[in-house]
């Protein structure tokens, strides 16, 4: 108030009725300011002119302040853009305003004003900071973007919105920077995920927990959009991982309660030693003993021929385990734990190719069996006709 009277014109040389002037009578809050207003104002009392002049300069300058400081309020209420609308001018306008002495509240609303524009300032230049240093991978870059982008949204949040295109900008600001760090948080747990299942030299069962943290990150990475060699490279190694499981599980569920032929046995020990599950048979069609007709096209006749369970569940077994070892293989499974797969997988094709050797001989000796009962067969039918 003191400030607005001096430079409104107030004569600060003027004595009252009992001979003392303002700066006798002032405040002590504000005597220093009258004191050197006086020394500026000179012995001579001010004329008319002067006094008017000084009024209305000031109050242009009031008005002026004024009209600077609600053209700003009002252009970033509208979202008009605008290269006067920036953080410096409008901190040197609400000084302006503050010197002069305006309406407190159009003061207070341009300090609000302020926080809105460095705030968003502060969200534009983390976004960008975070954007330009993707993908966050150790703990001081996540320390240095990702938080400090945390901590700015965390303090807009904080604060009630700007009214109008203003309180839109900054949502979309802040639903922009949520979006980067929730990209980020889930590149950096990938990043971590990867480095830990890297360690695994060929998986086991044991090595689940691992496997099923890296394919979590992989899920909430892919969603996000994550950065593409990071997510390529952890689906490979989660492809690889998988596929060493698999073969591994196959390996171990490889039968290993077949029986294999032994040399020398005896006709005798033969029958004791085979069981019902080692010895294939021929399908009891109902031409048997004759063989089942002929498909349309074909003129061999031959009896269907079903393998023993032994060899069936062997082949399948092997059959299973094969594509297994194969698909580990094309997924860079290492070639030292492959040679020892490979060990064990050609075990059981060398036991399989000798139940197929016998199998052969097994339906060898059924059909001879077979055929002979058919023409035994014939034969009786033959003599009922000739006798009938």
């Given at each position: 108030a003191t400030k607005c009277l001096i430079e409104d014109g107030s004569n600060l040389?003027?004595?009252?009725?009992?001979?003392?002037?303002p700066v006798d009578v002032a405040h002590p809050n504000c005597r220093e300011m009258v004191k050197e207003a006086s020394l500026v104002a000179g012995p001579g009392p001010a004329v008319a002119g002067d006094l008017r002049a000084m009024h209305e300069s000031h109050v242009q300058k009031y008005f002026g302040a004024e009209s600077a400081l609600t053209q700003s309020l009002d252009g970033y209420k509208m979202g008009t853009s605008s290269e006067h609308l920036t953080i410096e001018n409008v901190r040197s306008q609400i000084e302006e305003a503050?010197?002069?002495?305006?309406?407190?509240?159009?003061i207070a609303a341009g300090w609000d004003l302020l926080g809105w524009m460095e705030d968003e300032k502060n969200l534009v230049d983390n976004i960008e900071a975070l954007r330009a240093?993707?993908?966050?991978?150790?703990?001081?870059?996540?320390?240095?973007?990702?938080?400090?982008?945390?901590?700015?949204?965390?303090?807009?949040?904080?604060?009630?919105?700007?009214?109008?295109?203003?309180?839109?900008?900054?949502?979309?600001?802040?639903?922009?920077?949520q979006a980067l760090i929730d990209r980020s948080h889930a590149e950096f747990g990938l990043h971590g995920a990867h480095a830990a299942a890297s360690k695994i030299g060929c998986a086991d069962d044991e090595d689940e927990p691992t496997m099923d943290r890296l394919g979590k990150f992989l899920e909430r990475a892919g969603s996000v959009g994550?950065?593409?060699?990071?997510?390529?490279?952890?689906?490979?190694?989660?492809?690889?991982?998988?596929?060493?499981?698999?073969?591994?599980?196959?390996?171990?569920?490889?039968?290993t309660d077949f029986r294999l032929p032994v040399e020398g046995m005896t006709n005798k020990e033969a029958k004791q030693y085979w069981q019902e599950s080692d010895i294939g048979h021929i399908k009891r069609t109902p031409e048997y003993p004759n063989p089942p007709p002929t498909a349309e096209g074909e003129t061999d006749t031959s009896y269907?021929?079903?393998?023993?369970?032994?060899?069936?569940?062997?082949?399948?077994?092997?059959?299973?385990?094969?594509?297994?070892?194969?698909?580990?293989?094309?997924?860079?499974?290492?070639?030292?734990?492959?040679?020892d797969f490979e060990i064990i997988l050609k075990e059981k094709e060398e036991a399989r190719k000798t139940l197929e050797e016998k199998d052969a001989e097994d339906r060898e000796a059924e059909e001879i069996i077979a055929r002979k009962a058919a023409k035994r067969l014939r034969a009786k039918g033959r003599k009922k006709k000739k006798t009938g």
């Open positions: 040389l003027h004595r009252n009725d009992f001979g003392l002037l503050t010197y002069i002495g305006i309406s407190p509240d159009v240093n993707a993908p966050i991978l150790t703990e001081d870059a996540y320390c240095e973007f990702v938080y400090k982008l945390q901590m700015t949204i965390r303090r807009v949040n904080g604060q009630p919105l700007p009214s109008g295109q203003g309180s839109v900008r900054t949502i979309e600001l802040v639903g922009e920077g994550a950065d593409a060699a990071l997510l390529r490279d952890g689906r490979t190694l989660r492809d690889r991982l998988e596929a060493e499981v698999q073969l591994r599980s196959r390996l171990a569920r490889l039968p269907v021929w079903i393998p023993s369970d032994s060899l069936r569940a062997l082949r399948d077994a092997i059959k299973c385990t094969r594509e297994a070892f194969v698909a580990a293989k094309n997924v860079g499974t290492g070639d030292d734990y492959l040679l």
